[in-house]
């Protein structure tokens, strides 16, 4: 009698336990988090493919100027995908998010997304220019260190936040703008959510404001600092592997597959230790990092 009431009780925590995961695992925003990363993932493969013909092909048949004119190929593509990763991430976020969540207009949210980013970026940076030794601060410019795979964890939270109160407060009847006649039905959207989107943008600005006038700092450097890189320093050591597979293999033997917890938690910190690597590499330094994207896959 005690044996069949312990299992009964086990059998219950176990259920529990496994109704607990798959609502985890159906979290609109980490859903949202998993879609935006395979819609994008397409354009890091690309990124590596270009580091290997620029840095392992091109120099078997080319040298000096000819060889650095063809490796401006690589270059450029590298530039149009890891460097803006973080830029690409916050507009994909907030559409899939906007989808995931019913909402009749994820195109404008991709757009307040994408909006909120540039407005939390430094407003002045530190660079040094060509042939130059010392840096100047410059203004009115966007850096690459901002927008690519160091800002990545910023694009994701302020793709998320962002996305969110604006979804939020366009469920608010009072705050939209109904016009009417025969307009054509993409205007009428953009002036019923005009008041959302305005109080969205302003609150961004308010925050960026802030943390540059009192802070002296801004949003990006932030997240990298207190969050992306203590994740990625965790998550990215053998004990955080371990740890992590650990949770999603027993989830798995609960019926829920691993990617909830190993794809949520390693793809953002994976992809920025990739991107190091190849940057190393490009530049002819030695690979700092063994746990990437590629020494997971025959994990996952």
């Keep these: 009698m005690d044996n069949s009431a312990n299992k009964s009780k086990g059998k219950k925590i176990l259920d529990k336990f496994s109704d607990f995961s798959a609502r985890v695992g159906n979290e609109v925003h980490l859903r949202s988090l998993r879609d935006a990363f395979a819609t ?3 354009l890091f493969i690309l990124a590596g493919l270009a580091v290997l013909i620029n840095n392992v092909i091109f120099p078997f048949f080319a040298a000096g100027q000819h060889l650095t004119n063809l490796q401006f190929w690589g270059n450029m593509v ?3 995908t890891l460097n803006i990763a973080g830029l690409v991430l916050a507009p994909v976020i907030g559409y899939t998010l906007a989808k995931n969540k019913g909402f009749n207009n994820p195109l404008l949210a991709a757009v307040i997304a994408l909006s909120s980013l540039i407005i939390v970026m430094p407003f002045t940076i530190n660079l040094v220019p060509v042939g130059a030794k010392k840096a100047v601060n410059i203004s009115g410019a966007l850096d ?3 927008l690519g795979t160091t800002g990545m964890f910023a694009g994701i939270i302020i793709g998320l936040v962002a996305t969110e109160v604006f979804i939020r407060l366009s469920k608010i009847k009072h705050l939209k703008i109904k016009i009417g006649g025969n307009v054509p039905p993409s205007v009428s959207a953009s002036f019923s959510d005009m008041i959302p989107v305005i109080i969205t943008l302003s609150f961004m600005d308010l925050l960026s404001s802030l943390l540059l006038v009192i802070g002296k700092t801004n949003l990006i450097a932030l997240i990298t600092n207190l ?3 203590p994740l990625r320093r965790f998550n990215t050591s053998l004990p955080g ?5 650990s949770c999603g293999n027993f989830l798995f033997t609960l019926g829920i597959h691993q990617t909830v917890i190993n794809g949520t938690l390693l793809d953002p910190v994976l992809l920025i230790n ?3 690597n190849m940057a190393a590499y490009a530049a002819h330094k030695a690979i700092p990092y063994i746990l990437t994207n590629t020494f ?3 994990l996952a």
């Excluded at 592997?241 to 597979?245: A, D, K, R, S, V």
């Design 296 to 298: 997971r896959v025959p």
């Design 144 to 146: 690459f260190s901002n």
């Design 78 to 80: 590298t530039n149009g």
């Design 241 to 245: 592997m371990l740890f992590i597979y």
């Design 227 to 229: 969050i992306q890189e």
């Design 274 to 276: 990739m991107n190091k």
């Design 40 to 42: 994008i993932m397409p």
